[in-house]
């Protein structure tokens, strides 16, 4: 009789706990849809500020990169820039020394390369044969010659330079850009002015100067030369605005020009 009592309790028993845990199921689905009801009505995050774009920074010549890079890079742009003091001081000097030996001693180049020649030939040549005299080995005279490649790449870069001047000055002798004509004209009757001053040795000597300081010099102070030009350049512009407006524009344009209009 124990025994078919204990029965209905253990089944009431296992029913209440059924019962239990299909409430907790039910609320626990219950909050977790009203926790995501919270979420989608919860107002979403704004998104996170745009970072504003930084003006862009005038430098001279509309250059956008490093004026290491604007001067080709590798080891001639570290001379220009003084990377390598030692190698730019030398450069400086021998150039230097070269331009007096000729410009104000009046060496001439011919009579000096002659003279090297001659004095590097006959202490050779006396060395050799005073080593028989003296039992001594004879001097080890190298064997130097050109590379044929370097000498090929150069000849294509310089040819690829002239023909693209040379097509350039067609395109501006064919009255297509008048005022690609008056920058090239100006820039020539300044030369025809230093030519007349100096030799095309100092005209040369001053060339190789400027490059050994005028970069390094701009690149020390940049941040403070790049304002000036701007406002330098602004200033031209609206120059040249009125001078085109007064001047330029009345004068006839070229055939080729009034073709491609047509």
């Not at 150039?95 to 104000?104: D, Q």
């Amino acid at each position: 009789m124990a025994d078919h009592e204990e029965q209905p309790h253990k089944a009431e028993s296992l029913l209440e706990k059924f019962a239990e845990k299909i409430h907790g199921h039910h609320h626990d689905g219950s909050s977790s849809s009203s926790d995501s009801d919270d979420e989608r009505k919860k107002p979403s995050a704004p998104p996170p500020p745009k970072e504003e774009e930084k003006p862009k920074i005038f430098r001279l010549f509309g250059r956008e990169r490093p004026v290491h890079k604007v001067l080709g890079g590798g080891k001639p742009a570290d001379v220009f820039l003084w990377r390598n003091k030692k190698i730019s001081a030398g450069a400086l000097g021998v150039a230097t020394a070269l331009w007096i030996l000729f410009e104000l001693l009046e060496y001439h180049l011919l009579t000096l390369v002659c003279h090297v020649l001659i004095l590097g030939l006959a202490i050779l040549f006396l060395w050799s044969n005073a080593t028989t005299f003296i039992h001594k080995m004879p001097p080890h005279i190298p064997e130097v010659s050109i590379p044929e490649k370097p000498v090929l790449e150069f000849a294509s870069v310089l040819s690829s330079e002239i023909n693209q001047g040379i097509a350039t000055l067609r395109e501006i002798a064919s009255g297509r850009d008048l005022k690609k004509f008056l920058l090239v004209v100006a820039v020539f009757w300044v030369f025809s002015i230093v030519g007349s001053c100096c030799n095309f040795l100092t005209l040369f000597y001053i060339a190789f100067v400027l490059l050994h300081t005028v970069p390094v010099l701009y690149e020390k102070y940049e941040d403070k030369v790049d304002p000036f030009a701007e406002k330098a350049t602004i200033e031209i512009k609206k120059q040249y605005a009125v001078f085109d407006e007064k001047v330029l524009s009345k004068i006839p344009r070229g055939p080729l020009k009034d073709k491609k209009k047509v």
